[in-house]
Each structure stands twice: as C-alpha cells, then as structure tokens.
C-alpha cells in the first residue's frame, strides 16, 4: 500500500472516529426528573404577601443555565400545585453543644445568670420562643445534637411533650464540647426523603428550624458534601444563628481568628437558607427572637407546593438551576400601591438518574 493510500486511509478512520464521538456526546443519557419546590412569595423587600386567590395560573417555573441573569431559560409545565396551609410540619434541630453553650453565654448581656437552670442566651430563649408560636393542629419534631444528633421528640402535636423533652434538656448541662452540624443536617435531610419515598406527599411541606452557630467541630462530611445534599431537597431551611450576640457584645475585643470564624459559620448558614428557599435570622437581643419566630410562622403558613416534571436534557447528577415567577397585580393593603412580588424558594434540584 502506498504511503498516499495510507494517509487516506488515516483520514477517514479519524472522521469516522469524531463522527461517532459526536454522536455518542449527542446520545448522552438524560433522565426525567420530578420535582417539588415550595414558594413563598414576598415583595422586593421581603415582606410576605398572603392572597388567597392566588392558583396555579400565577406561578411560572423556568429552569434556567443562570436563574438570576435569566440565561438559557426553558418553562417547565406545572403538574401540581397546593396552596397554603394553615398546618404546618415542622422539625426544630438546636445545637446543644458545649460550645454552643458557651457563645450563647459569652453574648449573654447578664453573664451572672447564665447557667443551666438560669439565662442560657439564645440557645434557651430560641427554641422557647419557637415553641409559642407552634398551633395545636401543628406537627413538630424536635432534634438536638452535640457529638451527634439525638431524636428528642418525633413528629407530635402535642406541644407539651415538646415542652417536656427541651426543658429537661436544658435542665442538663451539654455532655460534649463538639458540635456535629454537617453530619446532623444530612441526616435529617436523608430521613425526610426516605419517609417521602415510604408515604408520598407526607414530607414535601416539611421545614426545618435550625437554630445553630453555625459551626461544625466533629463531622465526618464536610460543608461542600452538605450543600450537594441541601441542593436536591424540598425542605426548606431556616437557620436562627446563635452568635450573633456575642459579635454585638466583644465587638473590638474579639481576635481576628475568632472573627473569622463566626463570620464562616454566619455565611455556612445563609448558605443552607438561600439554597433551600429559607432565610437567615442573626439576632443580636433576645427581644427580637419572638418577632423572629412568628415572621418564621408566617412564612410556613404562606407557601405554596408546586411540582413539575423538568422536560430540559440534562445529564444525570447535574445540578439545574430554577426560577419561579410570580405574575399578578398586587397592592399593598393600606396604601394601596402597585407591589413587586417575587418567590422565595429553593435554588435548583440535581437530574436523577434514569
């Protein structure tokens, strides 16, 4: 064979060769996803707006390259939707570790009255107040962890076992110094699914009131492990920070080490919050955790469920950003102005597997 046929030859073995590469790539393997989100929607100030008459026809659900800048935006079609309910499910998880014991007492304005069966600073006052705020038709759970999370009460409607369980704990002084929060959060992430997987709808209205520093000592996953798993989860997230009080009270005094490591934890949480459609509460006084806890209330009772089947390929275990819009005129009661609404919800969902 000449040396002329031989190069031909080469040539068409490497077209042949881009050819099918190109249409394996073009073949890759996409899977149908469904998904849940809850939406709540809120003014550009964050204020939560309650209109009853709101139906499936406001909302639009967009899955988009770039949700925020609007990029590559493809509509999803809503196959379910539910309104609000007056019932909510709840699971409130409290850092009762040693060292969260100890923020919350160094950022106690009387540290003389900070003790176990005293003034605790947040990490007593938040889940009290959290606890005024729940119904009698509510179901809540309660979760606390240190070394590792402990299931104190599970889902009840009766608040005083809820009382019961918390003040005996708080009677206690924390067993362990370490604080696992990373490992804690993906639990309570896995179980909420595997009782949606066992009863379907029990769990896609579930939320989670974190009240944590937001500082993880001991965990065997790291932040980056727990924000993948936050990223594929209906529940939504709010973190009441503990620390925040004590930044207010040593500001000045605190080393930069200290700072840093406070300001870590401050953004882990906003972390969580923002990809779980939750929002961040950092409570310098403890007179603001009640108006904290019924804005909280407030927001569960005003989410919306929608559900859709996301029709934009996409490859298996990648993660899809979402927009859910809002579409409507809406005035403010008092004044009554035109207000610009949006929806507060999760960031994405990851494509399953097929």
């Known amino acids: 064979m000449?040396?002329?046929?031989?190069?031909?030859?080469?040539?068409?073995?490497?077209?042949?060769?881009v050819l099918f590469v190109m249409d394996s790539q073009s073949q890759t393997p996409t899977s149908i996803t469904s998904v849940t989100a809850s939406a709540t929607v809120v003014t550009d100030k964050?204020?939560?707006?309650?209109?009853?008459?709101?139906?499936?026809?406001?909302?639009?659900?967009?899955?988009?390259?770039?949700?925020?800048?609007?990029?590559?935006?493809?509509?999803?079609?809503?196959?379910g939707f539910t309104?609000?309910?007056?019932?909510?499910?709840?699971?409130?998880?409290?850092d009762y570790s040693g060292l969260a014991f100890q923020i919350s007492c160094a950022g106690n304005p009387d540290p003389y009255g900070c003790g176990y069966y005293g003034e605790a600073g947040e990490i007593q006052n938040a889940p009290i107040a959290f606890l005024q705020n729940l119904r009698p038709e509510d179901w809540a759970a309660f979760v606390w962890y240190d070394i590792r999370s402990h299931i104190g009460v599970d889902f009840t409607k009766n608040k005083n076992d809820l009382v019961q369980e918390l003040y005996a704990l708080l009677s206690q002084p924390p067993a362990f110094y370490e604080s696992n929060l990373f490992d804690t959060a993906i639990e309570l992430l896995d179980r909420i699914d595997m009782a949606e997987k066992k009863d379907p709808g029990s769990m896609n209205r579930v939320s989670i009131v974190l009240i944590s520093t937001g500082i993880d000592t001991f965990s065997k996953n790291n932040f980056k492990e727990l924000q993948k798993r936050a990223q594929n989860t209906a529940a939504v997230i709010y973190p009441v920070r503990i620390g925040k009080s004590l930044q207010y009270r040593s500001d000045g005094y605190m080393d930069g080490a200290s700072q840093m490591a406070l300001l870590q934890a401050e953004s882990q949480l906003r972390t969580l919050a923002d990809l779980t459609g939750g929002k961040l509460y950092s409570?310098?006084?403890?007179?603001?955790?009640?108006?904290?806890?019924?804005?909280?209330?407030?927001?569960?009772?005003?989410?919306?469920?929608?559900?859709?089947?996301?029709n934009a390929a996409t490859k298996p275990g990648s993660f899809n950003e979402i927009r859910i819009e809002v579409e409507g005129v809406f005035q403010d009661a008092e004044t009554q102005k035109p207000l610009k609404v949006g929806a507060r919800h999760r960031k994405g969902h990851i494509t399953q597997e097929p």
């Not at 030859?9 to 490497?14: E, R």
């Not at 209109?51 to 999803?76: G, H, I, M, S, W």
């Not at 409570?283 to 996301?310: C, H, K, M, N, V």
């Open 2 to 17: 000449r040396f002329r046929d031989i190069v031909l030859l080469a040539m068409v073995v490497l077209v042949l060769f």
């Open 46 to 79: 964050g204020a939560i707006v309650t209109n009853p008459d709101l139906t499936k026809d406001n909302f639009r659900v967009y899955q988009c390259k770039n949700a925020k800048k609007r990029k590559d935006c493809v509509e999803q079609p809503i196959t």
């Open 83 to 94: 309104p609000p309910k007056e019932t909510i499910t709840v699971i409130m998880a409290l």
């Open 283 to 310: 409570p310098a006084f403890p007179g603001e955790l009640p108006g904290i806890f019924s804005e909280i209330s407030d927001a569960l009772r005003a989410q919306y469920t929608i559900e859709w089947t996301s």
